[in-house]
């Protein structure tokens, strides 16, 4: 992958924006998009991409999810108290958490040898297998969860108690921080999210189909 551009740093974002929903549906709801969560989740075994949608499997339709959320949080005709900073906070949460866990290489070779690890059991089990699902989440809890600053995920106690939403929250988690390594190599940086608004804005719409509405947020507050 090299010669990136708008596109690839929308792709990218697009990805955070993506996790984050699923992350904010599964806390709030208990669901969430079936083709985002698969995308989402095979995006931690993608290694070798030939660009950027690749690692959301080549196709536009993957990445619906994540394009209509990027639309909705940062259009500047989107009244901000409409805005879900639930969605916004774990966004940026996850960008500074790639920043910090890049620092600490030791945590990140066990990152990567636990996904090995998992995707041998992705081949043995089926791709979304729950044991697939808690391994990933396993990967976050003993890699990511104790890093500053936690991510502080609100919802319904109801879904949040439940593990296998729990475990899908934080393997969507620890799949929005490989989005946001993927944005930080094409060239993304936090400064870019205010500098460069409108080229993402323009890349997003450019990527758009009919997508998914938001929902109203719904609020509980454990420590994941």
């Known amino acids: ?14 990805g955070i924006y993506q996790s984050a929903k699923m ?16 995308t989402t989740i095979n ?13 959301f499997g080549g196709n ?24 879900n900073v639930e969605i ?7 960008i500074i958490l790639e920043k910090k866990l890049n620092q600490i290489p030791e ?6 040898s636990m996904l090995e690890t998992a995707k041998a059991q992705q081949s043995h ?16 809890t003993e890699n990511i969860s104790n890093v500053s600053p936690r991510v502080m995920v609100n919802g319904k106690h109801g879904h949040l108690q439940n593990s296998t939403t729990a475990n899908k929250i934080r393997a969507l988690l620890l799949a929005g921080i490989r989005a946001a390594t993927l944005w930080r190599q094409v060239g993304g940086s936090r400064w870019g999210l205010i500098w460069s608004r409108k080229k993402y804005l323009r890349a997003a719409q450019a990527l758009s ?16």
């Open 23 to 38: 992350v904010y549906d599964l806390a709030t709801t208990g669901k969430t998009d079936e083709t985002a969560f698969k």
């Open 209 to 224: 189909r009919p997508g998914h509405d938001q929902e109203p947020p719904s609020y509980f507050n454990p420590d994941l």
């Open 60 to 83: 536009v339709e993957n990445i619906q999810l994540g394009v209509n959320t990027l639309l909705a949080q940062m259009s500047s005709d989107q009244a901000i108290q409409n805005r």
């Open 43 to 55: 995006s931690l075994f993608c290694d070798q991409p030939k660009d950027t949608l690749d690692v």
């Open 125 to 140: 089990f089926g791709e979304l297998h729950e044991n697939v699902v808690a391994s990933l989440a396993r990967t976050y």
């Open 1 to 14: 992958m090299s010669n990136y551009n708008d596109h690839d740093r929308a792709v990218a974002l697009i």
């Open 107 to 112: 945590a990140m070779d066990k990152i990567y």
């Open 88 to 94: 916004t906070r774990y966004v940026l949460s996850m």
